[in-house]
DNA sequence: GGGTTCTCGTTAGCCGGCTATCGAATGTGA
DNA sequence: TCACATTCGATAGCCGGCTAACGAGAACCC
């Protein structure tokens, strides 16, 4: 039963497990690739804007943030402007293994889409899009339904959430 | 980049994490439903049965079996035949949230889909099925590429591994 | 200027994955 | 029969998610 569910969970996993492999020949766990993902493109982010752009919860950044300085690849400087806040910085070893992430990266989206066509990549596209604008919304099974355009209503914030992965 | 990667890490996560709210509801966690959904079909099994038919690694079946007898919903018996083993049984708990539970997982694979089209559908459970072949078999990237006909491959247990998630 | 409120990172603790290692029990073979 | 190999669950410890509670610092508003 619920063979979509199943489907679904047994390929999530894995997936992670083949990208952990994959990353952890260049000394980066999984949940780890993505932090550089970010900082790769805009260095000095505090935890909380990781967090945001990342759909993770504050405490997961630091942790992981944490292990990484410790391992080398981060480095933890406070703000001078304003003492609550962390910079993350990236140091010339977390550089130095961005070409080889994101061949891993590359390497395992081509492998998992290997037998696909360029038919079924687009409507695995679409469906993914389609489930994640479906999940991401609503709080739950809410029986009158909020209108669609309020999703992803901007926060007060200036600058918009970027959500990356 | 890496589109489909990143809508993949995006997607299952949203999805825990609305399966998991749901069987909270239930005094079931998301890790646990999988237990039970095996035992619900065939009750009286060892950890490393169920790690076999869940894809799971023994510890952690272990570990999640502890946390649900202490929660009420398991017995641990030893094996009278075999020392060595433990036998996991259901408590009259776990059997009366086996309704709700499998009506939570229909609803959650019903709200993911909700703007699916039947063909969309059936194209989601084609890719994540070859996705899913794809990564099972091989352990890398062989060059060569094992013969797909070997994948799973009977190992010399009579009974059949019979993967469920 | 000073109290209140808000914002941030940190800590503690839980769940669910994993590997490595160990100890106990069974099975096997000389 | 008895030593050795195998098998199984348990333990320790790691990573990566989460919530709840806390404390320090900024911002705000008298």
Redesign the interface.
């Known amino acids: 039963?619920?063979?979509?569910?199943?489907?679904?969970?047994?390929?999530?996993?894995?997936?992670?497990a083949?990208?952990d492999?994959a990353m952890s020949q260049h000394g980066v766990r999984v949940g780890q690739n993505l932090i550089l993902e970010v900082l790769w493109e805009t260095d000095g982010l505090t935890p909380g804007e990781l967090a945001g752009r990342l759909?993770l919860a504050t405490p997961t950044v630091v942790k992981s943030a944490n292990r990484m300085a410790t391992a080398g690849l981060l480095l933890r400087k406070p703000d001078p402007a304003d003492a609550r806040l962390v910079r993350l910085y990236l140091t010339d070893r977390a550089r130095a293994v961005r070409q080889a992430i994101?061949r891993e990266?590359?390497?395992?989206?081509r492998?998992?889409?290997?037998?696909?066509t360029p038919e079924?990549?687009e409507?695995?596209?679409?469906?993914?899009?389609?489930?994640?604008?479906?999940?991401?919304g609503d709080p739950?099974?809410a029986p009158g339904g909020a209108s669609p355009a309020e999703t992803q209503a901007a926060p007060r914030s200036a600058q918009p959430p970027e959500a990356?992965?």
Chains 1, 2 share one sequence.
Not at 111 to 116: D, N, Q, S, Y
Not at 123 to 131: F, G, V, W
């Open positions: 039963m619920n063979e979509l569910l199943a489907l679904f969970t047994r390929s999530s996993k894995l997936m992670r083949a990208a492999e759909h994101e990266r590359d390497d395992l989206e492998r998992m889409t290997a037998t696909l079924e990549r409507h695995l596209r679409n469906a993914l899009s389609k489930i994640i604008e479906q999940l991401a739950g099974p990356w992965v």
